[in-house]
């Protein structure tokens, strides 16, 4: 393992608090992704960045912000306005030029609102 | 609007038995599919993809455009297989997932 790393493992927020997720890779990869994974849906693209300073909305983008300021690092924020906030986050990686673009994934956070 | 089904929610067999994960897909284009693999307690990493034909753990796929599936197959199940499997379809720059099939492989 390695490669991708993800912190806190697990985090607690209260009702009406933002929170920021953090995603750091040390791949060298352009592109970088964050999943929300819940049970019996599978992942789902919240916000994907293939380059510096450039990022774009997913499926589910509504309530949370990302920034994407350095290469290796594309962190998360989880704002008050998301209705339903408790879940598995996943921020994955992948190059961006080559025939196989593998996504590769970090460990993840849970989330839990209080 | 494109889209990835997996239709079993969980799927349980017993060693050394077949096991078939279904996959179905809708893409208006030729397809690029991924099957996606989560241990217990592990990352979530790639199993295969079609685009390469490869046979990895003893798992195949094959890309079905008639019928638009991307069923993953393995003729004799272990208990280490036992695990969360995902299908992907590759849009662009993004992945799209199945919900996702979890696999129990009984003693």
């Known amino acids: 393992d390695g490669g991708i790393t993800q912190s806190p493992k697990y985090l607690f927020r209260k009702e009406g608090q933002n929170v920021t997720l953090s995603c750091e890779q040390n791949l060298n990869h352009d592109a970088m992704y964050w999943y929300r994974q819940d049970p019996g849906q599978g992942l789902r693209l919240i916000y994907y960045s293939q380059i510096v300073n450039d990022f774009q909305k997913g499926d589910i983008a509504e309530g949370y912000s990302v920034s994407r300021e350095k290469k290796e690092s594309f962190p998360l924020t989880v704002t008050s306005a998301q209705k339903n906030p408790t879940a598995f986050y996943l921020c994955?990686?992948?190059?961006?030029?080559?025939?196989?673009?593998?996504?590769?994934f970090g460990p993840g956070t849970r989330l839990t609102v209080l | 609007a494109q889209r990835v089904t997996q239709p079993e929610k969980l799927l349980s067999v017993f060693k050394g038995a077949p096991v078939e994960l279904k996959c179905n897909y809708s893409?208006?284009?030729?397809?690029?599919l991924f099957w996606y693999v989560q241990y217990s307690r592990q990352r979530l990493q790639l199993l295969l993809r079609h685009i390469s034909r490869e046979s990895i753990k003893g798992f195949t796929a094959d890309l079905n455009k008639g019928e638009t599936s991307f069923h993953l197959k393995k003729p004799f199940a272990q208990e280490e297989d036992s695990a969360m499997y995902y299908c992907?379809?590759?849009?662009?720059?993004?992945?799209?997932f199945g919900q996702g099939t979890e696999l129990s492989v009984k003693p």
């Open positions: 893409y208006s284009g030729s397809p690029e």
């Open positions: 994955a990686s992948s190059p961006t030029s080559g025939r196989y673009n593998e996504q590769f």
């Open positions: 992907a379809l590759r849009q662009g720059g993004k992945l799209i």
